[in-house]
Nanobody, 123 residues
Framework: QVQLVESGGGLVQAGGSLRLSCAAS????????MGWFRQPPGKEREFVAT???????GYADSVKGRFTISRDNAKNTTYLQMNSLKPEDTAVYYC?????????????????WGQGTQVTVSL
């Protein structure tokens, strides 16, 4: 069983930056695709960013150019650098992992989920 633990959420003003981290327990982390999703208040969970085992990335249109997903396989950690934050980015952010190495934007393609970390962007 793979455990994912997110950290780095918090309160930030619009235009600011945050970096989320996701630490994975799996020894085979380097061969797994990873993703970040978010759930805004009162809305469904949505795709944010994904990265394959060799570092190919994909982004939702709403965050493209502002957010960057990356991974450090030596540390079993995935990151989400969030710049130019907007109030509409306010959400609980979830890290997710899948057994396959190919990235995906589909929630149902992911096998493991973290507990989530709150990001709040104020005006």
């Amino acid at each position: 069983q793979v455990q994912l633990v997110e950290s780095g959420g918090g309160l930030v003003q619009a235009g600011g930056s945050l970096r989320l981290s996701c630490a994975a327990s799996a020894r085979t982390f380097s061969r797994k695709a990873m993703g970040w999703f978010r759930q805004p208040p009162g809305k469904e969970r949505e795709f944010v960013a994904t990265i394959s085992w060799i570092g190919i990335t994909g982004y939702a249109d709403s965050v493209k150019g502002r957010f960057t997903i990356s991974r450090d396989n030596a540390k079993n950690t995935t990151y989400l650098q969030m710049n130019s934050l907007k109030p509409e980015d306010t959400a609980v952010y979830y890290c997710a992992g899948r057994e396959l190495s190919i990235y995906s934007s589909r929630i149902n393609d992911y096998d493991y989920w973290g507990q989530g970390t709150q990001v709040t962007v104020s005006l």
